[in-house]
């Protein structure tokens, strides 16, 4: 069953690796530093730090959040929130860009079990644990956010999916709830419904 989740890989648990040093895996990718310059090159995340290499013989450096505004791996892109709220979970996935209004991702390890992504869909599964779940967050960006729940949901996806009425229309006769929100996100993004909710995930508030 196809159902895309996105997510926040903070533990970069979910990186492929090109390298492996140090007991670091890295991977390949780019940032753009707070004035819009890139940078590419070999990237690790450990925990709430980023590190950058050149190339694999290149001394690495730890990367600062004041430096950065964004960065993409092989999955997915980033951006970095510095929103004191978010301090402790600064790296915030970018799920849909709508001109003033856009919707973000953090995620939420699962309970256990190790996670195993598909970088075709996006999708997210645990091998032998519960499946990973993605909190959710709006605003004009990733500085001033808010914390997506049931109550906000229906004004907030109508105003982030207008430009497509035939989504506006399931979200208004509650086909899609809160809890469906990925599948909401994948009727959007393809123009086609998702396959049914998996009843034995759960996504919080």
């Known amino acids: 069953m196809r159902k895309i989740l996105f997510v926040l890989l903070i533990s970069c648990i979910t990186l492929n690796a090109h390298a492996q040093l140090f007991g670091k895996k890295w991977s390949e990718g ?12 070999l990237m690790s995340c450990q925990g709430d730090k980023i590190y950058f290499k050149i190339d694999k013989k290149s001394k690495e450096q730890v990367l600062q ?9 092989p999955i997915d892109s980033f951006v970095v929130s510095h929103n004191e709220k978010l301090k402790k979970t600064p790296f915030l996935n970018v799920i849909i860009k709508h001109y003033t209004l856009n919707l973000y991702g953090y995620y939420l390890p699962p ?18 644990g519960n499946s990973a779940e993605t909190i959710y967050y709006y605003g004009p960006n990733p500085d001033d956010v808010t ?15 207008a430009d497509k009425p035939e989504v506006i229309a399931k979200i208004k006769d509650k086909t899609f709830s809160k809890q469906d929100i990925h599948r909401l996100v994948e009727f959007y993004i393809t123009g086609k419904m998702p396959d049914p909710i998996n009843k034995d995930n759960v996504y919080p508030d």
Do not use: C, W
């Not at 780019?30 to 090159?41: C, I, L, P, V």
């Not at 959040?65 to 791996?73: A, M, Q, T």
């Not at 996670?115 to 091998?127: E, F, K, R, V």
């Not at 914390?147 to 999916?161: G, S, Y």
């Open 147 to 161: 914390k997506l729940n049931k109550k906000q949901f229906e004004d907030v996806m109508i105003k982030l999916m």
């Open 30 to 41: 780019h940032y753009y530093d707070r004035n819009g310059a890139k940078f590419t090159g």
């Open 111 to 128: 309970s256990s079990g190790a996670m195993n992504i598909s970088p075709s869909n996006g999708s997210a599964s645990t091998l032998g």
């Open 65 to 73: 959040l004041s430096e950065l505004s964004s960065y993409v791996d």
